[in-house]
């Protein structure tokens, strides 16, 4: 197959500006709402915050989704309305499953603030997928060295969800999904199988080729249904795989809330507005409802 066969969408991102680090954002996209269950895709920084600072997410509500938290440098405090208490490092993963409604927020650890703290990763949303929508929601912490490597000396491939080159990771999925890190060498190559029938690659930093074609820097670029590839880099390389089976079913997102129904959504923000979720113990403050969200779905 023909390089120029292999790729069939470029998603490119909007970038935010969140002061003192940028937040690049490819996915809700005008072009395409979601690639397997993921319905939002971040890429944090990188960054180093001025000494005494640090990131400060308040509480805020989500509905129907699991967000996955997995971090390049740096670390972050996350609490919920579960109790959960957590800090993840680079390496681990975060899954936080919203289903029926949780809160949570997330800030730098007072000792990452006292240095001056780094930030740099991917934050992603899941779907939840139909007649799972409501679950009770869940938290599940995954320690870097839980998760399975494949790979050589010059590839070497971290499975963050699903199963990927005869590895299995622990972190749940509620529908079929992959996600990796992949990290190449100059020289190194993995073989991209055709494991899911939505598939995409996000050059994260350095260089690197699928099939010859060049990766852009912080695009979404998806892979055609059923081709089989490799991913090369000549000079080093960080890329992210991620995709699944795609929803039957179409999802909306309008702030932090994802739903196949408008009305469930609407229903999360009059609750949000009334204070009718559950609060985050030791931490009081919360985001109101923006009149004009940054996160949307597309019609």
Same mark, same amino acid.
């Given at each position: 197959?023909?390089?120029e066969? @292999?790729?069939?969408q470029? $998603?490119?991102?909007? @970038?935010?500006?969140?002061?003192?680090f940028?937040?690049?954002?490819?996915l809700?996209?005008? !072009?395409?709402?979601?690639?397997?269950? &993921?319905?939002?895709?971040?890429?944090?920084?990188?960054?180093?915050?001025?000494?005494?600072?640090?990131?400060?997410?308040?509480?805020h509500?989500?509905?129907a989704?699991?967000? %996955?938290?997995?971090?390049?440098?740096?670390?972050?405090?996350?609490?919920?309305?579960?109790?959960t208490?957590?800090?993840?490092?680079a390496?681990? %993963?975060?899954?936080?499953?919203?289903?029926?409604?949780?809160?949570?927020?997330e800030?730098? +650890?007072?000792?990452e #603030?006292?240095?001056?703290?780094?930030? =740099?990763?991917?934050? @992603? /949303?899941?779907?939840?997928? !139909?007649g #799972?929508?409501?679950?009770?929601?869940?938290?599940?912490h995954?320690?870097?060295?839980?998760?399975?490597?494949?790979?050589?000396?010059?590839?070497?491939? @971290?499975?963050?969800?699903?199963?990927?080159?005869?590895?299995?990771?622990?972190?749940?999925?509620?529908?079929?999904?992959?996600?990796?890190?992949?990290?190449?060498?100059?020289?190194?190559?993995?073989?991209?199988?055709?494991?899911?029938?939505?598939?995409?690659?996000y $050059?994260?930093?350095?260089?690197?080729t699928?099939?010859?074609?060049?990766?852009?820097?912080?695009?979404?670029?998806?892979?055609?249904?059923?081709?089989?590839?490799?991913?090369? =880099?000549?000079?080093?390389?960080?890329?992210m795989?991620?995709?699944?089976?795609? &929803?039957?079913t +179409? #999802?909306?997102? /309008?702030?932090?809330?994802?739903?196949?129904?408008? !009305? #469930?959504?609407?229903?999360?923000?009059e609750?949000?507005?009334?204070?009718? &979720?559950?609060?985050v113990?030791?931490d009081?403050?919360?985001?109101?409802?923006?009149? %004009?969200?940054k996160?949307v779905?597309?019609?």
């Amino acid at each position: 197959m023909q390089n120029e066969d @292999t790729v069939m969408q470029t $998603l490119l991102p909007v @970038t935010h500006d969140l002061g003192g680090f940028k937040v690049h954002r490819t996915l809700p996209h005008r !072009d395409r709402t979601m690639v397997g269950p &993921f319905i939002f895709f971040d890429q944090m920084g990188p960054a180093h915050l001025p000494q005494g600072e640090g990131i400060d997410v308040r509480p805020h509500p989500h509905i129907a989704l699991s967000t %996955v938290t997995y971090l390049f440098e740096g670390a972050i405090d996350h609490r919920d309305s579960l109790g959960t208490v957590q800090t993840i490092e680079a390496g681990a %993963v975060n899954l936080m499953t919203a289903g029926a409604g949780i809160v949570h927020s997330e800030r730098s +650890p007072l000792l990452e #603030r006292a240095k001056g703290p780094p930030l =740099s990763g991917i934050q @992603t /949303w899941l779907a939840l997928p !139909d007649g #799972r929508e409501e679950i009770d929601p869940a938290f599940q912490h995954v320690a870097a060295d839980a998760l399975p490597v494949f790979g050589d000396p010059r590839a070497r491939a @971290t499975v963050i969800m699903g199963s990927l080159w005869g590895q299995t990771s622990p972190v749940t999925a509620y529908a079929p999904t992959i996600y990796a890190d992949i990290k190449l060498k100059a020289g190194g190559a993995v073989p991209i199988d055709a494991e899911a029938d939505e598939r995409a690659l996000y $050059l994260v930093d350095g260089a690197a080729t699928i099939d010859g074609r060049p990766l852009e820097p912080m695009v979404l670029m998806l892979l055609r249904p059923g081709i089989v590839a490799t991913l090369r =880099s000549e000079q080093g390389a960080r890329v992210m795989l991620a995709g699944g089976a795609p &929803f039957a079913t +179409p #999802r909306h997102v /309008w702030w932090n809330f994802v739903s196949s129904s408008r !009305d #469930r959504i609407r229903h999360a923000r009059e609750e949000w507005k009334a204070g009718r &979720f559950a609060t985050v113990p030791g931490d009081p403050e919360y985001i109101p409802i923006p009149d %004009v969200p940054k996160t949307v779905s597309y019609p």
